[in-house]
Nanobody, 119 residues
Framework: QVRLVESGGGLAQPGGSLRLSCAAS????????MAWYRQTPGRQRELVAR???????TYADSVKGRFTISMDNAMNTVYLQMNGLKPEDTAVYYC?????????????WGQGTQVTVSS
């Protein structure tokens, strides 16, 4: 079974930075893409950034120019560098991956990590 384990959340001041990490483990054959989503109470989970293993990234308009997603293919790990944080970035951030395990396609979610931006 494939698992995604996130780390790096916490408290930051407005204008500050945080770096999230998400490592995939288990019987992974190949990863198509990894992404970060975020969710606040009462709202739908929204895409923050997505990166394809073959190259190419997508960002939500609200984070363009502030957040950078990157991936270490050898380590099956995705990172989200968050700079210029704003209070509205406060949310639970979830890692997601589209991948093929040893037997089939899987859509896998991490457990989430809290990011709080406050002075």
């Amino acid at each position: 079974q494939v698992r995604l384990v996130e780390s790096g959340g916490g408290l930051a001041q407005p204008g500050g930075s945080l770096r999230l990490s998400c490592a995939a483990s288990g019987s992974i054959f190949t990863i198509n893409a990894m992404a970060w989503y975020r969710q606040t109470p009462g709202r739908q989970r929204e895409l923050v950034a997505r990166i394809r293993s073959a190259g190419g990234t997508t960002y939500a308009d609200s984070v363009k120019g502030r957040f950078t997603i990157s991936m270490d293919n050898a380590m099956n790990t995705v990172y989200l560098q968050m700079n210029g944080l704003k209070p509205e970035d406060t949310a639970v951030y979830y890692c997601h991956s589209d991948l093929y395990s040893s037997s089939e396609y899987e859509s896998v979610w991490g457990q989430g990590t809290q990011v709080t931006v406050s002075s």
